[in-house]
C-alpha cells in the first residue's frame, strides 16, 4: 500500500463550535442553515434549569468549563468557540465567559452570542435600539443595563415572559414578525430580536422590508460574528442586511 494521503479535510474553511443551552432546540439547524460551504460546526451544551430565570442563567457558569470539556475535546483545528446564549452571556457577565473559554480553549478565538450583537449593531451603526425579547421583566432589566453601559439607548423593550425553551421554540415566525413590529418605535435606529431560542432568522428580511431599518437576531449575528472571527466574509442572500452587506 502507498503512503496514507491527508488532504485539508471535509471543512477547509473553518471549524466553529458552539456551546448552547442544555435545552436548546433551534440552535443547530439555524447554524448549519446560515453556514457557507467549507465551513463545519460543532455543538455542546451547558447544563441549565428548565426555567428561564436569572437565577438558571446565572448557574451556567458553573457548567460552562465541564462543557467545554466535552465540546471536540482532542481537536486542534476548531477556530472559534462560542457561548450561544444571549441572556447567559449579560447574566453571568460577559467578560467572565469569555475568560473561561480562553482558559479552556487558548488556541481558539472566543466569542459570546452577546459579542456577536454588539459588534452586528456596531456594524449597522446602530445606536438607538428597540429590543424584542423572549424574557420576563426581570432579566429584561438586566439586558437594557447591559446595552445602556454599552452606549446604547434602548428606546423600547418588551419581553414575552416564556417560561422555557420548548415554548420558546414555538412562537411561530408570524407572530414573532407582529411582536417585533410592534416594538419598533420611529426613533429606533434597529431591532434586536433577543434571545437564540426564537425563530428570528426566518423572519428577518420581511422585517426589514416592512420597517426600513436593520433587523438583528441572536442566531443570526452570532453566526455572523464567528463567521468573521474566523476570517471568512462570504456576503449570504436571506438573513437581513448583516450578512448581505457587512
Excluded at 465541564?66 to 475535546?73: C, K, R
Excluded at 428577518?204 to 455572523?224: C, D, F, H, Y
Aim: proline letters at 4%; a negative charge.
Amino acid at each position: 500500500m502507498n503512503p496514507v494521503r491527508y488532504d485539508a479535510g471535509p471543512y477547509p474553511r473553518a471549524r466553529l463550535a458552539f456551546l448552547c443551552v442544555a435545552n436548546a432546540g433551534l440552535t443547530e439547524g439555524e447554524m448549519h442553515a446560515m453556514a457557507p460551504g467549507g465551513v463545519g460546526l460543532s455543538f455542546g451544551r451547558v447544563p441549565m434549569a428548565t426555567a428561564c430565570t436569572v437565577q438558571s442563567l446565572a448557574g451556567m457558569e458553573g457548567g460552562l468549563l465541564q462543557a467545554l470539556d466535552s465540546l471536540a475535546p482532542g481537536r486542534r483545528d476548531i477556530d472559534v468557540v462560542c457561548y450561544n446564549c444571549t441572556a447567559g452571556s449579560f447574566v453571568i457577565g460577559n467578560d467572565k465567559v469569555r475568560a473561561l473559554l480562553a482558559q479552556a480553549r487558548p488556541g481558539a478565538a472566543v466569542a459570546t452570542l452577546l459579542d456577536g450583537v454588539t459588534q452586528a449593531l456596531a456594524a449597522v451603526g446602530a445606536h438607538r435600539l428597540a429590543i424584542a425579547t423572549a424574557y420576563d421583566d426581570t432579566v429584561n432589566e438586566l439586558e437594557r443595563a447591559y446595552f445602556e453601559s454599552m452606549g446604547h439607548e434602548v428606546v423600547s423593550l418588551q419581553g414575552l415572559a416564556l417560561p422555557d425553551d420548548e415554548a420558546m421554540n414555538r412562537v411561530s415566525p408570524d407572530y414573532l414578525y407582529e411582536f417585533a413590529c410592534a416594538v419598533d418605535r420611529p426613533d429606533a435606529d434597529a431591532v434586536f430580536i433577543s434571545c437564540g431560542a426564537l425563530r428570528s432568522t426566518a423572519i428577518i428580511e420581511r422585517l426589514e422590508e416592512t420597517l426600513g431599518k436593520p433587523v438583528i437576531g441572536s442566531n443570526q449575528a452570532s453566526m455572523w460574528h464567528c463567521l468573521r472571527l474566523a476570517g471568512i466574509h462570504d456576503r449570504m442572500d436571506g438573513y437581513g442586511r448583516l450578512l448581505r452587506e457587512h
